[in-house]
């Protein structure tokens, strides 16, 4: 008997790319029953996603599984910081062992036909001796042995050996670059609320960016259509930071190596922005994965490039730098008429000599 | 702005002046919405209503010089010459783009901006006067993918740069180089080498770049050459395993055999102090004469010796003969890169002979 729709799990459901996600999926008529599952309560309305609330390490997400019947279950709640989950060892223990079990409860339950996973570019570390372009077939020269790419690493060859495992199931990896976004709070968007941006000196990391649209329609592809694999997710082309610092008009506050991690440690300190490890790593030698997978296999072509995200970015969050944009036009203009009154100048008392 | 349309305009306002046989007057329209009624001195236009010149004709006026006072601009004028008024424009308009971070960099990190605004000028005065770099065999550079392979030596590696600049003067293109990773381990190197459009030898970066149809430039000595003692200098080190061949082979690229004559002197390396170069992480720490006369002649004494350099791009070897699947045949990678050594080689002690001397 063929199911009247597709039933969809999502863990993380309080998280705003969760949110868009159940939004859109709720409009979708062949998307017969909705459930989210977190340890906390939506803010985002929905109407007529199911809320269980729920650790997903708890046994009563099996029970939910086989159930409701479901049938495709996404994968949002890995935290990318510690201080979302409230140290390092609750973020691990939320992530990985979350993870496992949730991949254990799926693999039992019959119905499951599609497992849609959030990951990250993380995975793929960030050295000097990466290459320029990471395709999704290459692994860094180290695996990443801390923090967020850990776990996202781990969590990764949890799914894989769930899809060997249950080979009648479709399992999509999601390699999502920086998220940008009106809602989305990522350790970016705080980077840059900051009024002076710390950088490493000397360094000038190549960045990409997701729009949070096409993370939503990515992923709602990912569960409407089939597309097994892994798939980096980002918008067309780099930003380096120093660029995105201009774009923003902020001033940048170039740090020398030495000085790098007692600076992120104030920084820390002050509770604005998370700079772990890793992501200092990042800000030396920055990161950027081949998205040709994602629009020759998968067959989507992102809405923004990495740097339209950001500019929607800097002009839906209002970051007013302290270097205003159309000032330098101005500046500019003003010199360009000054030029041209000179030359006026010059021309008509040249005239008048003759 | 109204240089395009007023030349047809004059044609005709002067050809009706003609015949009419009357004084051209001028046909600007004054503020009120009227004709201006001043006769037409110049252009058909009256003193008051002269439009700004073209910037061709301005060359052709005589130099005006300034009746008295002190104007920066017109001091500007005279240090720079009759094209300054142009050139402050792009200065002004360069520094918008850089203050307002409204320039486009390649995936690589590639930022022609910057590489053609800021780094082909300061490194013309030294392409064109203190080494005079001569060179020949630009026609022998392929209008797509192509693969420039040179001899690499003089401590410092200036000769990547002179190379880089050199195929920029004579084609317009820029060759993305092949770097060691320790080239972008290193700060401010690094970043500026990724601007620069240089990438990473290992991994397939440089499949991507001749798959796109760049122009890549590797120097296959590597350390090993820039490295070398001044008593080795022009004799051709190992070159590597020939990842650059099996490069050129996956893309079907030709490989243009390249050899460079001058720079080989410029920082003589007498001796490899090895352990200093050990602590600091470094393949080598160069002894040089000029590091003997810094304490004597200070920062001057530094410089590198201004020698006369010649670059030759040889003929292009082709490499799609073999097809892509020779890439994996090591015996057709081996010989292929020693045939491109052994060209490089010749072509290195012809053009030795050639040179009447090491500075002219």
């Known amino acids: ?354 | 702005m109204m240089a395009d349309n007023t030349a047809n305009v004059i044609d005709m306002e002067e050809q009706r002046a003609a015949r009419s046989g009357e004084r051209p007057r001028c046909q600007a329209t004054t503020t009120r919405g009227d004709r201006c009624r001043n006769y037409a001195v110049e252009d058909g236009y009256c003193r008051i209503h002269a439009p700004e010149p073209p910037p061709s004709s301005r060359r052709d006026e005589p130099e005006h010089r300034p009746s008295g006072g002190i104007d920066l601009l017109e001091g500007l004028r005279d240090a720079l010459g009759d094209d300054w008024l142009d050139e402050l424009k792009d200065v002004a308009s360069f520094l918008r783009r850089r203050l307002t971070g409204d320039y486009d960099v390649d995936e690589f990190g590639f930022d022609a901006d910057l590489t053609e605004h800021v780094l082909v000028p300061l490194l013309r005065p030294l392409h064109r006067y203190y080494w005079r770099v001569g060179s020949s065999g630009a026609e022998n550079i392929p209008d797509g993918a192509g693969m420039i392979v040179a001899n690499h030596a003089g401590t410092l590696p200036a000769d990547a740069l002179m190379t880089r600049l050199d195929l920029f003067e004579h084609t317009g293109r820029h060759a993305r180089e092949l770097g060691a990773d320790l080239v972008f381990r290193l700060p401010f190197v690094g970043e500026l080498g990724r601007k620069t459009g240089a990438t990473l030898a290992a991994g397939d970066d440089a499949d991507r770049l001749l798959e796109r149809g760049e122009l890549v430039a590797v120097w296959p000595e590597g350390f090993k050459g820039i490295g070398k003692p001044f008593k080795d200098r022009y004799k051709l080190q190992r070159f590597g395993r020939g990842g650059f061949v099996a490069t050129a082979l996956r893309a079907q690229a030709p490989i243009i055999p390249t050899a460079i004559v001058g720079s080989e002197e410029i920082y003589p390396l007498l001796y490899n102090l090895k352990t200093i170069a050990k602590v600091f992480g470094l393949p080598y720490f160069p002894v040089t004469p000029q590091l003997l006369a810094f304490p004597f002649l200070g920062p001057v004494g530094l410089l590198p010796f201004p020698t006369k350099w010649f670059i030759e791009y040889g003929e292009p070897i082709d490499t799609s003969d073999y097809g892509p699947e020779a890439a994996e045949d090591p015996m057709v990678v081996f010989d292929l890169t020693d045939r491109v050594r052994e060209t490089i080689q010749q072509m290195i002690y012809k053009n030795l002979m050639g040179r009447r001397s090491v500075f002219f």
């Open chain 1, 1 to 354: 008997m063929p199911p009247a729709g597709r039933r969809v799990l999502i863990t993380g459901i309080s998280s705003p790319l969760a949110g868009m996600l159940a939004r859109a999926l709720e409009e979708r008529e062949d998307v017969a029953y909705l459930v989210g599952v977190d340890t906390h309560e939506p803010h985002h309305d929905l109407t007529r996603t199911e809320f269980v609330r729920a650790d997903i390490r708890n046994p009563l997400v099996a029970r939910v599984l086989t159930a409701a019947e479901i049938d495709t279950v996404i994968h949002l709640s890995t935290v990318a910081g510690p201080m979302e989950a409230g140290g390092r060892a609750q973020m691990k223990e939320q992530n990985v062992i979350g993870a496992m079990q949730l991949l254990a409860a799926c693999q039992k339950a019959e119905s499951l036909r599609t497992f849609v996973l959030k990951s990250s570019t993380a995975v793929y570390g960030s050295d000097y001796t990466d290459p320029g372009l990471f395709r999704e077939d290459q692994t860094p020269r180290e695996a990443p042995s801390s923090g967020f790419a850990k776990d996202a690493t781990e969590v990764e060859s949890y799914a894989r050996s769930f899809g060997r495992r249950r080979k009648d199931a479709t399992v999509t990896i999601l390699r999502f670059a920086n998220f940008l976004g009106e809602r989305m709070d990522s350790a970016f968007s705080a980077f840059f609320n900051m009024p002076v941006v710390p950088t490493i000196l000397g360094f000038d990391p190549r960045l990409q960016f997701c729009h949070e649209e096409d993370a939503v329609e990515v992923l709602r592809r990912a569960v409407v259509e089939d597309h097994p694999g892994i798939y980096n997710v980002s918008g067309p082309g780099v930003l380096y930071l120093s660029q995105c610092i201009r774009l923003a008009g902020r001033v940048p506050a170039p740090v020398p190596q030495p000085l790098v991690s007692a600076v992120a440690g104030l920084v820390r300190r002050t509770g604005r922005v998370d700079f772990s490890p890793e992501q200092l790593r990042f800000l030396q030698w920055g990161r950027v994965g081949d998205i040709s997978k994602l629009t020759d296999t998968f067959g989507y072509e992102p809405k923004y490039s990495t740097r339209e995200a950001f500019e929607d970015f800097v002009a839906r969050r209002r970051i007013s730098g302290l270097v205003n944009r159309d000032e330098v036009f101005r500046w500019e203009r003003e010199l360009y008429d000054f030029i041209q009154r000179k030359g006026q100048e010059r021309f008509v008392a040249a005239r008048r000599e003759r």
